[in-house]
């Protein structure tokens, strides 16, 4: 089945304490991107990928790092969280083009306090 | 800039009326148009998606969407809501020629009361 899988689903962390969120895809696709959900705000993407090793930042980039080391895995690193940074996020992927569609995780919903 | 624009943050209707939810988006060009839906506690699901062609378009469970260009629209219809409908409904737009991003709206979301 084709799917986006993130881990994890819910987290509650402390301010300052470095986190990693992963999302994986089975569907060999090059583009991947992480969005985040804030309410009033829909969904903003925070960085982006291409391909292997190919990353850039999206519109609310700051306080995040990605990696993409290989084409099924594209995780988003917290390193030092604050609570501004508590938000639901999504991982996604697409084969790419502009019309393509976009396949989402199921989301995991981050707590900093 | 590009942006979407939707209008109605909460909509209520009953069952079996029908509904439309609204889409402007600003672009110069024609954008590949689309719109998801969030179940509670969901990823996004795509509904429909308009890249050229014929500007009516349909898609699952129903949905169909009309592509104006004069008006810069994009609006979501279904004749009968069902119960299973409620949700939360995204416009997105992608810029043509290649895909780096979907810049979302802010959602509309929808109860269906019995």
């Known amino acids: 089945e084709a799917q986006v899988t993130q881990n994890p689903r819910y987290l509650i962390t402390v301010t300052g304490k470095k986190l990693t969120v992963t999302c994986s895809q089975n569907?060999?696709?090059?583009?991947m991107s992480w969005y985040r959900q804030d309410p009033g705000l829909g969904l903003r993407q925070i960085y982006y990928s291409m391909n292997v090793e190919v990353t850039d930042k999206g519109d609310v980039p700051e306080g995040y790092k990605v990696s993409r080391k290989e084409k099924r895995n594209f995780p988003l690193i917290l390193e030092s969280p604050s609570p501004n940074q508590t938000s639901l996020y999504f991982c996604?992927?697409?084969?790419?083009?502009?019309?393509?569609?976009?396949?989402f995780g199921q989301g995991t919903r981050l707590t900093v306090v | 800039a590009q942006s979407v624009t939707q209008p109605d943050i909460h909509i209520t209707v009953s069952e079996g009326a029908s509904l439309e939810l609204r889409c402007n988006y600003s672009y110069g060009a024609t954008p590949y148009l689309f719109w998801y839906v969030q179940s509670p506690g969901q990823g996004l699901q795509l509904l429909l998606k308009?890249?050229?062609?014929?500007?009516l378009v349909q898609g699952i469970k129903g949905f169909e969407a009309e592509f104006k260009r004069s008006q810069s629209s994009f609006n979501l219809r279904k004749p009968s809501v069902h119960w299973s409908d409620a949700a939360e409904y995204f416009c997105?737009?992608?810029?043509?020629?290649?895909?780096?991003?979907?810049?979302f709206g802010a959602g509309t979301r929808l109860a269906v009361h019995p």
């Open positions: 997105a737009v992608a810029p043509s020629g290649g895909y780096n991003k979907l810049i």
């Open positions: 996604a992927s697409t084969m790419g083009g502009g019309g393509t569609e976009a396949f």
């Open positions: 569907m060999n696709h090059e583009y």
């Open positions: 308009y890249f050229s062609g014929d500007t």
